[in-house]
Nanobody
Framework: EVQLVESGGGLVQPGGSLRLSCAAS????????MRWYRQAPGKERELVAT????????NYADSVKGRFTISRDNSKNMVYLQMNSLKPEDTAVYYC???????????WGQGTQVTVSS
């Protein structure tokens, strides 16, 4: 079965950094683009970043461009999100998921909470 286990979240002050990890299993990891999403209280889930199958291309939401970096290690079935210069508006539960070019995977993990507050 598909498993997506996010970790690395926590409480950080504005301007701080955090590195999120996502351990994936149960599917052909290297055959899928991978994405990070986030969902803030009272808001819809939004796409944060995408990385292609071999890591050759990345895309970011305008709100995080220049601050966040998505990466992956296909030998370990891992995807990462390095978050720098964090802002209070980055506060959300962060999720990873696979993407086949048309739709995101149906299974969602538990997510990891990121709280940016002074």
């Amino acid at each position: 079965e598909v498993q997506l286990v996010e970790s690395g979240g926590g409480l950080v002050q504005p301007g701080g950094s955090l590195r999120l990890s996502c351990a994936a299993s149960g599917f052909a990891f290297s055959s899928y683009d991978m994405r990070w999403y986030r969902q803030a209280p009272g808001k819809e889930r939004e796409l944060v970043a995408t990385i292609t199958t071999s890591g050759g291309n990345t895309n970011y939401a305008d709100s995080v461009k220049g601050r966040f970096t998505i990466s992956r290690d296909n030998s370990k079935n891992m995807v990462y999100l390095q978050m720098n210069s964090l802002k209070p508006e980055d506060t959300a539960v962060y999720y990873c998921n696979r993407f086949n070019g048309l739709r995101v995977g149906a299974y969602w993990g538990q997510g990891t909470q990121v709280t940016v507050s002074s």
